[in-house]
């Protein structure tokens, strides 16, 4: 444990009682010799038990990160600036992380080595060529990062390479949790908390110096690219996100969220303002738990230290303890539940014939659904990055059960790509909890598209922040405008369906539809015990069509009596 108000970088002390974290591959750790550290995650110094046992009596460290065109080449066909796997917003982010993490190294006598290409081939070219006997690098339990671990692991460990890959991107190992619970994971929140107990303290190590960076043979190191070395110099974002990439500016925003005591022990999620946003009602530290900017075991443990000094304090699920512990659960349950990406093939979702529309999913990725609350949100993921949890919740519901009735996949993708605290595990599972797919099925609840912001909003203020053309329009139309009249369209300077678009649905109308449909796979899905078939939901895609048609008919029909 880090002595109160420490930074977690300044000082070393040795510890002969060092508390590792469950490791996935651990061998003996012999001294004496080079050390390869492989850094993906993990961006960090502190709490670092690959760094920690990668320097410990080694001869010369190196430090890698491998720039993945897989995340980093510009895709110039993708609806916006950056690689077809990550926005603009997100790359920039990871570069000021590793731009932090190398200055941190050099602070201790090292540097970070970039390279790049696919990164089981440059790791095992940089074991062929700086001849180490060490290999250490975090577990990472993604699906991509699983495949690129075999191979590297294999290629060491044939060439007498001692490999350490210990799991410090969580508070446990999903592995343990899973054997706890037979072999399968929880997949309940209850079930979790309860068989995980309380986790590992965070190392206490810290450094002064680091092992010098050896001979680097022939390998092309270069410094931490730019955006505009990776090829983005002429891409079109008028913002970035405001927040900033790196340990240091991750230490620095928990520091200050600790110091406000009663805010800490009054977390209450889901509570707080979806429409904040110069300062989000939130810690926003999600995007440095992603990169491993921050450590998770030492953010827990900062949190339990402000608890100590305030016992009346909010309880999981809802206190800042239980939101880690979310995180836990979905990484636990992402693990250990094969196709957990997609619903196809996954076990725990349910199959549902979510309809494939190309326009109203552009529609609701480009804020141009004609709903300002759903569209200001939409506006500030592109720009920023991010968003409130509660304004995730309200565009996710809207284009899967809410309104469009479009899969959760298709949304879960664009979520993906241009959110900088993106994570596999986490954003599969919100996607299929949001859309009533796995975890929560209470699919009648829907979030309004018009009165759910206006609870914390009234005045519109976000969405004249994050839709200037609707900056004018008076706070009773700001969430309606189509209802506005023509003079007061005109006086705003914003006609709907020529400077902002109508609605691309009737939400009342869309809404009853959709649970309807709703009813009817989960009806399904009960029938079949859960082992609905490509042909079962191509019948029930086509049952559902016919009676919208009918209904669609039968309500003209109704409209042209009553002309």
Partial sequence: MLRKGANPMILFKPSSAMRLSPCANTTSMSSGSGSLLWFRKGLRIHDNPALEVASRGASHLYPVFVIDPHFMEPDPNSSAPGSSRAGLNRIKFLLECLVDLDLNLKNLGSRLLILKGDPAEVVIRCLKELHVKKLCFEYDTEPYYQALDVKVKNFALAAGIEVFSPVSHTLFNPTDIIEKNG??????YQSFVKLAGEPPSSLSTVYSSLPPVGNLGSCDISEVPTIRDLGYGDAEQDEF??????????LKRLDECMKDKKWVANFEKPKGNPSAF?????TVLSPYLKFGCLSPRYFYQSIQDVYKSMP??????VSLIGQLLWREFFYTAAFGTPNFDRMKGNRICKQIPWKDDDKLLEAWREARTGFPWIDAI???LRKWGWMHHLARHSVACFLTRGDLFVHWEKGRDVFERLLIDSDWAINNGNWMWLSCSSFFYQYNRIYSPTTFGKKYDPNGDYIRHFLPVLKDMPREYIYEPWTAPKSIQTKANCIIGKDYPMPVVSHDSASKECRRKMGEAYALNKELNGLVSEDDLKNLRRKLDESEGQEAGAKRYKQQLIG
């Fill in 378 to 380: 939409m506006v500030q």
């Fill in 312 to 317: 009346k304090h909010t309880l999981p699920p």
């Fill in 241 to 250: 996100s405001p927040f900033k990439g790196g340990e240091s500016e991750a």
């Fill in 183 to 188: 072999g399968k994971p929880p997949l309940s």
């Fill in 278 to 282: 110069l300062k989000p009602a939130t």
